[in-house]
DNA sequence: GGGGCCCGTGACAACGTTGTCGCCCACCGG
DNA sequence: CCGGTGGGCGACAACGTTGTCACGGGCCCC
């Protein structure tokens, strides 16, 4: 910037204003130094003018894989905001490790990411709140975390297995197996929660066979025909997201009769497969949506009054049920065939 | 930083020295300015850091859409790669707009990125060379750039179509359909080039039925219809990416006879699909995490000697045939059925 | 004609680090 | 007793910007 002054033959202050379309430089002036800095090809260096401002104009995401497609779709949902808020954002898998998303918070931090958006391996995040002091606003997507006054925003997994639930009920099914996957996903357990208490809602209490993963092939099939075996056996299963569903779906070729299901999770080709598959759907972009907006209504609230900040906020998106045909041929008024 | 030495009554340098593990300073001093930093709670800006060092520990990734699986697996290989080199990973969605690509690019430069990988929005880019001069490495990823030297790192699109072809035709398949996506893309042309020179090569060059999208569905199921009626009718299809062959599969549906297929791109429950769908698979990890070493190298490379940089190198990535069902039943003794 | 005002511009400090250099002191050898 | 040596530490400048203030000159108004 010195250089294009000097190319300029104005000050080191004018050339600033030029690059900020300040005003309060003659127009003849302002050519001059535009002129230069194309002459010399000049770029402002941003990580000083963050310096100089305290603002970084940047924010942190970490997500448990990038790779999936779950946390994709967030993540771009995440991105397309903050790009509207001319943010850039800055990314990360943990992997599942709560130590490795603790070490990805603080180089986030170091860089001084104006904001974070975390989903939580594990719930407890009391280290994080001095961390961050009310300096850098955070918001949990996903899942909730403890030990901090933070927003998060969830989604009703409850009422999306209630939904699956009662709409297998609805069409003639009594008794009903759920599969969740590995109980230490919070989600995971919040699913199951969620077909306790929608079969105890329904008076149907004794229908609830319950498993939780991960699962091998072998055992899958095995338990899959325990639980069918019998009048007493179930005639539907509701699994606890998508890759128990694809486990599900290859465990069920080896079995001899059908069995209805609903997933959680829509996937791509579910409507392709035979029979195509009622899923639970969930909406990722409108979770890193909401996300984002939850985190630049904090950063805005920030740069506006310097009052405390407000009380944390919990937002939770609806699952909407996509009914497609491996709920069986039963008819809603409940005559089974 | 000036805090902390106040407060632990040494100099400014020293508390530096301190939190940069250099020598020089007695164990006792340190442990006491590490006290202090633990009490006020100190972190380091590497905001000030970079702008003193002029590096900045972070890279630049622009793909057309986080969102899609394919360069969300991409985008994760290469976050891998750059946490173990302790650089940071910023990315963006440039939704194939040329516009949109370069504007990130630039908020990248202002930033100082370390490097940048970039799928292109379209070949040309000159531009970018006075941009990037050679002070910031680029590389292209998934389709090359023109007008700049520098690396690329493509997978084999016309070896994967030739294989699909081969495949086909060995299976006992006499005349064979192509459906491409948008010809816009350099990918769909590659690897319609690679039909045709496939067809060619094998002396069958009379069987090319050749299409490119956007499809709509109703015109999909008449342009099939048309191309297996009759006794010259094609038996077989090559899809040009993994959304045609979702459209496809959807299409087929409408039609009374069979058709064999080989989708370009794997994708998840392809082998639940009945029939399971051959594929020319291709590893969008490997795509990543090879352009991401490709950039490293230039960058230790920059680091190390202050000679020229070497030649742009290119590096393709081969493809690899998953053999399912979709191929029909003919047996590769070319008895056909 | 003089005082006040606004416009265009520049000098300077500050943001939070790190590199360079030099100072002080203890110790050692002659 | 003196000169040299090296370990521990501090002063200061620099990285590339932006905010604050001050200055000179032209204009307007009474």
Known sequence: ??????????????????????????????????????????????????????????????????????????????????????????????????????????????????????????????????????????????????????????????????SAVEHLVAHGHRRLGFLGDDGSFWTARERRAGFEASLHNLGAAEGGNIAMGPYELDDLVALLRAWTDGPDGISAVVTGNNRVTAQLLHAVRQLDSPLSLVGFDDFEYADLLDPPVTVVSQNPDALGEQAAHALFSRLDAQAGSDGRPSAARQIVLPTRLIVRGSTGRHDTDGSAS
């Open 1 to 162: 910037m010195v250089d294009v002054a000097k190319h300029a033959h104005v000050s080191l202050k004018t050339v600033s204003r030029v690059v900020n379309d300040e005003p309060g430089v003659r127009p003849e002036t302002a050519d001059r130094v535009r002129e230069s800095i194309r002459a010399l090809g000049f770029r402002r260096n941003d990580g000083a003018r963050q310096l100089r401002q305290g603002r970084t104009s940047s924010i942190g995401l970490v997500v448990e894989d990038i790779g999936n497609p779950f946390y994709s779709a967030l993540t771009g949902a995440v991105e397309r905001v903050a790009r509207g808020h001319e943010h850039l954002l800055m990314s990360a898998s943990a992997e599942g490790s709560a130590e490795r998303e603790r070490s990805i918070v603080e180089a986030f931090l170091d860089r001084r990411v104006d904001g974070l958006i975390i989903v939580p391996a594990e719930a407890e995040h009391a280290w994080l709140t001095p961390e961050v002091g009310d300096r850098t606003p955070v918001v949990f997507v996903d899942r909730p975390a403890t030990g901090i006054a933070a927003d998060a925003v969830l989604i009703d997994n409850r009422g999306g297995v209630r």
